[in-house]
């Protein structure tokens, strides 16, 4: 599978962007997927997750209120809708999707549970 991460760019605190995450060579139907973000000199991240069925969500405290994670099925893409943003959220944010499907319904919030990774949308937040 191939994940197409898109919609970073620059905009002034307080400003909303969103990321868009398309899926090729497999389906998103089934599979759990999630957003990280990762600055220079710090790991990877946990942003946001979303369970396989689309019914359950989980966020990073410092995104909660603010980041919406959403999944549509027919475009097979997976979204991050970012709002009131923050200097502090300027990082490269990456979306994965585990490498097996279905399981346990619930948001994978460690790197370790994904196995396919897009290749980074990067986020600049002014102040």
């Known amino acids: 599978v191939q994940l197409q991460a898109s919609g970073g760019g620059l905009v002034q605190a307080g400003g909303s962007l969103r990321l868009s995450c398309a899926a090729s060579g497999r389906t998103f139907s089934g599979y759990a997927a999630g957003w990280f973000r990762q600055s220079p000199g710090k790991p990877r991240e946990f942003v946001a997750a979303i369970s396989w069925s689309g019914g359950t969500t989980d966020y990073a405290d410092f995104v909660k209120d603010r980041f919406t994670i959403s999944r549509d099925s027919v475009k097979n893409t997976v979204y991050l809708q970012m709002n009131t943003l923050k200097p502090g959220d300027t990082a490269v944010y990456y979306c994965?999707?585990?490498?097996?499907?279905?399981?346990?319904?619930?948001?994978?919030?460690?790197?370790?549970?994904?196995?396919?990774w897009g290749q980074g949308t990067l986020v600049t937040v002014s102040s």
């Open positions: 994965a999707t585990p490498g097996a499907a279905f399981g346990t319904d619930r948001p994978r919030i460690y790197v370790s549970e994904y196995e396919h």
